[in-house]
């Protein structure tokens, strides 16, 4: 079945490493995100890429990098320049399918399971 | 810059009460607004959204919101409460002509239904 996957959904990293969370979608959506959550602040973004091989820095990027080789994935590294890294991370993609199309509408973004990073 | 503000960290609730949870937004032009849930450790569910058309929006598990122009608002509500609706909400926001872009979030609610 269609949906957006996470994985791990624990990850421990000890200080000075780098490390790597996965997210993959079958929903054949354009773009994907990357959302930090930390209690209180609710979710801020790290990157977004809205074609293959194409991102853009969100609001909190550094320390962080992505790629998009694939429609399919868009794998996010946390890497040692991140000062606190310990978080909830939450992939989400969605498409659009214009607005001169059958009534227009963007979607709603879909979300995965997240990841709980900890430093150690 | 897009913006959202939940004015509320947390609201409670009696069983069978109505909810609302509220929300407010900032955007240049007109807007798609969006409520999500979100349980614990787990990732966000979508709820409703507001495209165009009719300013009631009806959603999952009973849920609604009320699109406000002129108050740039946009409350979840839910006529009678249950304790498992006890969750932590999101509204979102996207300005209509932008797109793909990312959804600008506020900062959440947390909203306890209590027995």
């Known amino acids: 079945d269609g949906g957006i996957t996470q994985s791990p959904k624990y990850l421990f990293r000890k200080e000075g490493q780098n490390v790597t969370l996965s997210c993959e979608q079958n929903l054949n959506h354009d773009a994907m995100y990357w959302y930090r959550q930390d209690p209180g602040q609710g979710l801020r973004l790290i990157y977004y890429s809205q074609i293959v091989n194409d991102f853009q820095k969100g609001d909190i990027a550094e320390g962080y990098s992505v790629s998009r080789e694939k429609k399919e994935s868009f794998p996010l590294t946390v890497t040692s320049a991140q000062k606190n890294p310990t978080a909830f991370y939450l992939c989400?993609?969605?498409?659009?399918?214009?607005?001169?199309?059958?009534?227009?509408?963007?979607?709603?973004?879909?979300f995965g399971q997240g990841t709980r990073l900890t430093v150690v | 810059a897009q913006s959202v503000a939940q004015p509320e960290d947390q609201v409670n609730v009696a069983e069978g009460n109505p909810l609302t949870v509220k929300c407010t937004y900032s955007?240049?032009?007109?807007?798609?607004l969006f409520w999500y849930v979100q349980y614990p450790n787990r990732g966000l569910q979508f709820l409703l959204k507001?495209?165009?058309?009719?300013?009631l929006v009806k959603g999952s598990y009973g849920f609604e919101a009320e699109f406000n122009k002129s108050q740039t608002s946009f409350h979840l509500k839910k006529p009678s409460a249950l304790v498992s609706d006890s969750a932590l909400y999101f509204c979102?926001?996207?300005?209509?002509?932008?797109?793909?872009?990312?959804?600008?979030f506020g900062k959440g609610t947390r909203l306890s239904v209590i027995a």
């Open positions: 989400a993609s969605s498409t659009w399918r214009g607005e001169h199309v059958s009534g227009g509408e963007n979607t709603e973004a879909f």
């Open positions: 979102a926001v996207r300005a209509r002509d932008s797109g793909n872009t990312p959804l600008v």
């Open positions: 507001y495209i165009t058309g009719d300013n």
């Open positions: 955007v240049s032009g007109n807007p798609y």
